[in-house]
């Protein structure tokens, strides 16, 4: 194993002597013994259980050696001499292979059939346990097994006396080392398909190990890089199932949208791919978002699982116990007992946890499954009524035949002494006189007392059996012989407590508690002592403990275990019990968050479908002077307003309805309304907010680090973002969402000599201790107190964040949605303006309202000139034209419209712009006035101005931005269909072969896997990159993007060998094609000149 590693570390690089150099050693030799041991040896070992840790070394070996084998082909060429001889000794060893790819197909195949819905019919509990026979015939009927296949997996398993075993152990022991080392050697044989593709040898061995290959095809990515050689070379790498969930999530979707619509057309190569890498970065962190805020989901479901089959063997044990030892009580206990078992089995069933099982199982159920399922309801809800019905009145029936007729009441009369009702009664001498105890300190001793006793009965001691002997009269038989047995009587009893009267309930349990209080007064002074003598004391307790409780230990070993079981866990301290209380609600909290955020796209959507529902029930609304009766009144009160005060009274806005069910239908809706809009916001906060959060910090450190801001050059004064983030540069929470957590020390590392490390330190917040790692003397913590608490806060940075959350667009939106569904209570009205939420729920339509804001600085600068000249229009009126301006049709009131200034302008603004010949259609006619030629001059010239060109330009800015938006979707529609976004070739030339532009972008150069393998890079250890991942993340920490193969591609440079080793069929039928077709035109051509000749 250890030469397998440092083989790997001395040709990785890739180091092309070394490799040259191991390539042509003997070490193929030793590479085909391997091969046969591994082969031979995991067939052998997996059949015996006793030998699974030594299978699971082999299979550990067997993936060094093929990772060293992987590190070989580093910056491998096409149809190289190292490929050559790989293929040689795989070709050699082809056998050994072959078992090798059969032995991890017949595994990973056992998880997909272990999970599939027809293998649950052998298991419909999921108990994980099945027999041989069952599983033999789950194999076959899913037809992919060899018999000779069945007979080894039979073999492998470990079955009991009765033939049943854990087919869950089973699969996982197996399918986890098939899932690794079988996808290194998917990507061996992937990685020499490609590099190799004249050497017919291979298909020998691609043949066996299709499907493996096909297995890991989903989880194989690759890309293309431009090497430290200036060539370029392909990598490979994995692909977790989570990664590609994640990215087919609604906002990693929405985000990958706006970034090709935003981006494509822009810039050069260099500055597309910053942006394309920044579009990565913010990717990655909301994938992994998503995947935090999914991953409580599946988390949920292994301990359900797990916990589903001993629960109920623990219930049903609870149970028999309880009856067992309620045989001999009374029929009133036996009924209690009843109800409370019932009663928790009903909480039980209807928890979070079971719904949400159930709730999977029906959505799993067919049409008729579910029709069964619904009259099953009913008719068991009928009968459990029905049962319920009879087991009340039996019990009541059972509870008054014991009492009367059982004897109860007479054997109880017949047992009580004169001494216990004397001994049991209070002494009226003592009445009174003890009242100046405090309330506290009882309380306190009494509940010290009883945490005593629970702790001492959890852990089994003899103290819990002596209470209960004392309370009862009885007292158990031990080892070593007792004093009194079961038939003790009262002189007995009285004797060994030395009183005359036997001790009562209170008196035997103040006695113990008060014992028991001054043992732990006394364990108090001992643990106050010098910690020499406390550990020789303690050690001398243990033994003497030891030596006490053997004797009393194989007796109360049984018992202590069904107590235990029957009590629960074990009594914990109020603090503890206090902190996994607050966890548990922390728990539920997060778990709470998680789902509003994974649903918060539906939670808008179902706000929109609620916001029109209540625009619905708004229709029938009518205006009314008073209410239609008294009753209509009071239930419509919430729903009127006053409008206005006219001569005629109070004008009020009711319902007209006559079933009475839409008032309280509007009311109920508007509250649901205001839920899921003020819980979309908490969606989003939970969903969004962290990205908008590590954007503006990942600009922040970019920035310090790269352009020295805030160091070599400060912001403008007009730059308000960046006075700004001025603010948290120097917080100790920052950064906190950004993943790179040293940015300030490497800020410090590259400024700090020309502008001071402690002057730079100081600006970002550092201080001296976190400079250097000089031994410094350690603070002592400061106590936890809300002080402390209050001052550990970083206020600096939550103001911060809060001003960045507050400028967000998409919160500021929910906060107005939210506002608004307020303000519909006080007015029902406001819920109108959420119909507009369908523009934003819609692409189309999200496109309509962006050609409004997308000039939006030319809009309202022309409408802002739109006013001004409109201004002056006003006025020349006011100075000239203003008798003209009367819109009274009575003589003797007349009714001017541009008798003071604010009239006259608000006058041309709404009614002279909106008139569509201007100001002159909606004032008097000037004809026959002294004015004439001036009015018909400002008449003309308003229409021309405002109406023809400002209304007219206003417009076109619109109609031109939803123009321009329209083809630049067609332009990035096309671009993305004809060229390649990270090489830039065109489509024309990878179409010589069918459908090779789709296999180039899908395949070598998909957008998606250079993704992947940024995600790959930065999730992985940098103690264990390959040569090529090394190489590409050092370029990727100094902000260099040419490791992207811009312009070039591995097919374009290795096109000679590619066309003739891989192509040349399909291109010499294409040449032969098309010669035909020529050679069939000019005989054609001859035929016609012939005819013509004729």
Known sequence: KQIFNSLTEYIQGPCIGNQQSLAHSRLWDAVVGFLHVFANMQMKLSKDSSQIELLKELLDLLKDMVV????????????????????????????????????????????????????????????????????????????????????????????????????????????????????????????????????????????????????????????????????????????????????????????????????????????????????????????????????????????????????????????????????????????????????????????????????????????????????SFFWMLFVGLFQLFFTIVWGIFQILWSTVFGGGLVEGAKNIKVTKILGDMPDPTQFGIHDDIMEAEKVEGIEHGIRVELVQFVKGEKGETDIMSDIFGVHAKKEGGSKHGYDAGLGDIAERVGTDTPPSLESTVRRKRKAQVSEIAKEDETETKAESEKADMEDGEKQDKAKEEIPSEHLGKEETKKKKRRHGQKIEKPEAVMANFFKVVEIYQTKMLHYLARNFYNLRFLALFVAFAINFILLFYKVTEEPLDELEEDSDLWNSFEEEEEEEGVVFFVLQESTGYMAPTLRALAVIHTIISFVCVIG?????????????????????????????????????????????????????????????????????DLYGAERIGELLGLDKNALDFSPVEETEPEEASLVSWLSSIDTKYHIWKLGVVFTDNSFLYLAWYTTMSILGHYNNFFFAAHLLDIAMGFKTLRTILSSVTHNGKQLVLTVGLLAVVVYLYTVVAFNFFRKFYNKSEDEDEPDMKCDDMMTCYLFHMYVGVRAGGGIGDEIEDPAGDPYEIYRIVFDITFFFFVIV?????????????????????????????????????????????????????????????????????????????????????????????????????????????LISCVAFPSYCMKLHLKVIHILLSITAGKILLLKGQN
């Open 949 to 1057: 060109i400002l209304l007219a330009i206003i417009q076109g800015l619109i109609i031109d931005a939803f123009g321009e938006l329209r083809d630049q979707q067609e332009q990035v529609r096309e671009d993305m269909e004809t060229k390649c976004f990270i090489c830039g070739i065109g489509n024309d030339y990878f179409d010589t072969t069918p459908h090779g532009f789709e296999m180039h972008t899908l395949q070598e150069h998909n957008l998606a896997n250079y993704l992947f393998f940024l995600m790959y890079l930065i999730n992985k250890d940098e103690t264990e990159h390959t040569g090529q991942e090394s190489f590409v993340w050092k370029m990727y920490q100094e902000r260099c993007w040419d490791f992207f193969p811009a312009g070039d591609c591995f097919r374009k440079q290795y096109e000679d060998q």
């Open 68 to 375: 060293m084998l992987l590190s070989l082909l580093e910056g491998n060429v096409v149809n190289g001499t190292i490929g050559k001889q790989m293929v040689d000794t795989l070709v050699e060893s082809s056998s050994n292979v072959e078992m090798i790819l059969k032995f991890f197909d017949m595994f990973l195949k056992l998880k997909d059939l272990t999970s599939s819905d027809a293998f649950k019919e052998y298991d419909p509990d999921g108990k994980g346990i099945i027999s041989k026979k069952e599983f033999q015939k789950a194999m076959e009927g899913q037809k992919q097994y060899t018999q000779s296949e069945l007979e080894f997996l039979l073999s492998c398993a470990e079955a009991d006396e009765n033939d049943m075993f854990n087919y869950v152990d089973f699969v996982d022991r197996f399918h986890e080392p098939a899932k690794d080392i079988g996808f290194n050697v998917a990507v061996l044989l992937t990685n020499l398909s490609e590099h190799m593709p004249n050497d017919s040898r291979l298909r020998c061995l691609l043949d066996p190990a299709a499907s493996v290959l096909n297995y890991f095809e989903p989880y194989l990515g690759r890309i293309e890089i431009m090497g430290g050689a200036k060539k370029i070379e392909r990598v490979y790498f994995e692909i977790s199932e989570s990664s590609r969930m994640q990215w087919e999530k609604p906002q990693v979707k929405e985000s990958k949208r706006q970034f090709i619509f935003d981006v494509v057309n822009e810039g050069g190569e260099q500055e597309k791919m910053e942006l394309f890498v920044n579009f990565c970065e913010d990717t990655i962190f909301e994938m992994q978002l998503a995947s935090q805020i999914s991953e409580s989901d599946s988390a949920e479901r292994p301990e359900e699982e797990e916990e589903d089959e001993p629960y109920y063997v623990m219930e049903v044990g609870d149970d028999e116990e309880e009856e067992k030892s309620l045989e001999s009580a009374s029929a009133f206990a036996m009924a209690c007992v009843a109800v409370k078992r019932n009663a928790a089995n009903f909480f039980k069933m209807v928890t979070l946890r079971n719904l949400r099982k159930q709730y999977r199982k029906v959505r799993k159920m067919t049409i008729k499954e579910l029709v069964k399922v619904f009259f």
């Open 684 to 752: 989003y906060y939970c969903l969004k907010v962290p990205l908008v959060v590590f954007k503006r910090e990942k600009e922040i450190a970019r920035k310090l680090e790269f352009d020295g801001l805030y160091i070599t050059e400060q912001p403008s004064e007009d730059d308000i973002k960046g006075q700004w983030d001025r603010l948290v540069i120097n917080t100790p929470s920052f950064p906190n969402n950004y993943w790179d957590k040293f940015v300030k020390r490497k800020v410090i590392n590259k400024y700090g």
